[in-house]
């Protein structure tokens, strides 16, 4: 028995310090090892083990306390009233074991009225309101002690900086909880301009947030596209507020931002409905979460129930199916998409993940791979979220199997054996052959469509059916089909293929900024086309302009630039061209719209605080020719500087950029 006991404490011991390490590279560091299922894994098992060994329960157990101790970097902050996790279940029949529990605490036989919410994936944060005015935000930390983070929380534009004077006077101490978080389309608007800018893109929207609001320097935090929402208060006995219901009614009424899905229900079937909505909804959120939070609505039930010693009775994290699991990488296979970029497309060991068997997974790109630091053979966690393409998280370092071989990525397009390329600032490599067959389906699609050369009949079908059969290899043969090719594919007809051939035979005297769409180039979509046709004229001139070139162009950045300049520079693209002129195509030419004036042909970047906003000046110096940047370089004719300029009036000056303030600016346009 003695023999026992000695080897359960040590595999607690083992689990704390595990449970120890990832808590601090989940909450501290924002950089998690392992998957959400396989932390829980440890915990429960740590749980499990600890109450049939109570004895062997110590005070620094993870099981005691909430997460991880908070950084060294923020002033600690001692929350009034401690900042609580939640049990959980995964179950219909986990969730009905909780409700017994909560009608045996309150001795009652009624159905309980429940709040339910979202269980957001972000930061929890505290911020405390003194005579209605925001004094002091902090992080929950280890639910007792946080990070003072106010002057980054003050820059979240939806939290109230100041209370109504009834809720002042009513609540001269006001403690509000709630989650900091960044929704999808910001997190994915923020990463490409990482990659822009050759920056490490963020891993995923929960450590975005995290990180973002755990900057040193607020004006870091203040770029960030954050959000708050709040729910909840962290006392029960404030007057006229004694339900989860009002509080939230409280919150909502102040200006705070309360999750649209927040419902009270009544009993199992009111929650267990809420539940299912929340799921078939999860995908179409605009941000992540992980389960439902349910909470006894009731205050003085709440106070009844009580805590345990890390979570409260009255409430309970009900948690989608694992969305993660572990499974091994049998190989890599490269895709190549309509744009030429070419997709590391790994195959797994099938894995069941949330509910679907799952056998390939998204690897991104190169870079992925080698920050994943991912080899064949390794064992690997795969995140499948709603109906997103599976992608794989990380590597189990300590399985993998020896002698296991490195991802090398290809050098030639493993469609059609052309050269690949990688532009600078870019992640993705791509082929640049027009007649790629890997691309031709959804580029003929996206030829014909009405953005661009607007073929009435040409879809997808029709244009698969073509390629198949061998009529058309480059989107320029189109405008070479005859209706005997035609008529020989499925339901086809006579009438049919005429019309077709009819709207092809128009779609050759289309405007030069529909072909420019029409021609695929990556960042080029109808509004850069029309940008492009109104400086250059014809597509000709256009062929010869040089990367610096066309970025002198307004609204051409760098990026896109480098994109026209290699998709002209490819002599399969300039063949389709010419074919496409032999196939009849006229690609006339368009009036130019080039602003002349002082600034023709000169850079600007504006900065600091001016009479105007900026886009007001902006519009003044394009008006004039001139082309407006963000960042100070050696290319950069003038800065134009207002009050309280940082940094880019520095770095004008070390490089010598002639610096113009207001008055000077608008001197020179007279």
Not at 359 to 381: C, F, K, M, P, Q
Not at 430 to 450: E, H
């Amino acid at each position: 028995m003695g023999s026992t006991v000695n080897d359960t404490a040590k595999e607690l011991e083992k689990l704390r310090t595990d449970i120890e390490k990832h808590n601090r590279l989940y909450y501290v560091d924002d950089k998690p090892s392992i998957s959400d299922a396989e932390y829980d894994h440890l915990f429960d098992r740590l749980l499990d083990l600890e109450k049939k060994h109570p004895e062997l329960i110590t005070p620094d157990s993870p099981s005691q306390r909430v997460g991880a101790k908070p950084s060294k970097r923020f002033e600690p902050i001692v929350h009034r009233v401690a900042m609580l996790s939640l049990q959980k279940v995964t179950t219909q029949e986990e969730f009905g074991e909780f409700d017994r529990r909560v009608h045996e605490g309150l001795n009652i036989e009624d159905h309980i009225h429940y709040s339910t919410e979202p269980k957001l994936d972000g930061l929890a944060v505290e911020l405390i309101y003194e005579k209605g005015l925001f004094v002091l935000g902090s992080t929950r930390g280890d639910g007792s002690t946080g990070e003072n983070v106010t002057a980054n929380l003050k820059t979240i534009r939806n939290i109230p900086l100041k209370l109504s004077d009834q809720a002042a006077h009513a609540y001269p101490l006001l403690e509000v909880r709630g989650e900091v978080i960044m929704r999808k389309s910001a997190f994915e608007k923020i990463n490409r301009k990482h990659i822009e800018h050759g920056e490490a893109p963020l891993a995923n929207p929960r450590n975005g947030a995290a990180g973002s609001l755990r900057q040193l320097n607020p004006a870091i935090t203040a770029v960030r596209p954050l959000m708050f929402y709040a729910y909840g208060i962290s006392s029960t006995t404030l007057k006229e507020l004694d339900s989860q219901e009002k509080v939230m009614n409280l919150l909502k009424g102040e200006g705070f931002s309360v999750n649209e899905m927040c419902r009270t229900v009544i009993g199992i079937e009111g929650v267990s409905l809420a539940f299912d909505n929340l799921q078939i909804k999860r995908s179409s959120l605009d941000y992540e979460i992980d389960g439902m939070v349910v909470k006894v609505d009731d205050f003085a039930s709440q106070e009844k129930l009580g805590q345990i010693s890390r979570a409260p009775r009255w409430a309970v994290a009900w948690k989608f199916a694992a969305e993660e699991a572990e499974t091994v990488l049998e190989g890599v296979e490269f895709s190549v998409g309509r744009t030429g970029a070419i997709t590391p497309v790994a195959k797994l060991n099938p894995v069941r993940v949330s509910g679907v068997t799952v056998s390939n997974a998204s690897l991104h790109n190169e870079d992925e791979i080698n920050r994943l630091d991912v080899h064949l053979g390794d064992t690997v966690v795969i995140r499948r979220a709603g109906d997103v393409i599976p992608e794989v998280m990380s590597v189990v370092d300590n399985q993998r199997p020896k002698g296991a071989k490195k991802i090398l990525f290809p050098k030639d397009c493993p469609s059609c054996g052309h050269k690949i390329v990688r532009s600078e600032g870019e992640a993705a490599w791509r082929c640049l052959n027009s007649g790629c067959p890997a691309q031709l389906d959804g580029r003929i699609y996206y030829f014909a469509s009405k953005s661009a050369f607007d073929i009435e009949g040409l879809g997808d079908k029709i244009a698969s059916q073509l390629i198949q059969a061998g009529f058309v290899k480059s989107p320029a043969d189109i405008f070479f089909l005859t209706k005997e090719q035609l008529l020989t594919l499925d339901l086809m007809a006579d009438k049919r293929a005429q019309n077709l051939l009819a709207a092809i035979d128009h779609a050759r005297k289309v405007e030069l900024p529909r072909i420019l769409t029409a021609l695929g180039i990556l960042g080029v979509g109808e509004t850069a086309a029309k940008l492009l046709a109104g400086y250059v004229g014809t597509v000709d001139a256009l062929m010869k302009l040089t990367a610096e070139e066309l970025e002198e162009i307004h609204g051409i950045g760098p990026i896109i630039a480098r994109n026209i300049s290699q998709f002209f520079a490819d002599k399969s693209n300039r063949e389709m061209i010419q074919r496409m002129k032999d196939g009849g195509v006229i690609f006339p030419h368009f009036k130019t719209t080039r602003a002349e004036g002082v600034f023709s042909g000169k850079t600007l970047v504006i900065t600091g605080t001016l009479s105007q906003p900026r886009e007001h000046f902006k519009a003044l110096i394009e008006k004039n020719g001139g082309k407006v940047t963000d960042s100070v370089s050696a290319k950069t004719d003038f800065l134009v500087c207002g009050e309280d300029a940082g940094s880019k009036l520095d770095k004008a000056r070390k490089l010598g950029v002639t610096v113009l303030r207001e008055d000077d600016l608008l001197g020179m346009i007279g």
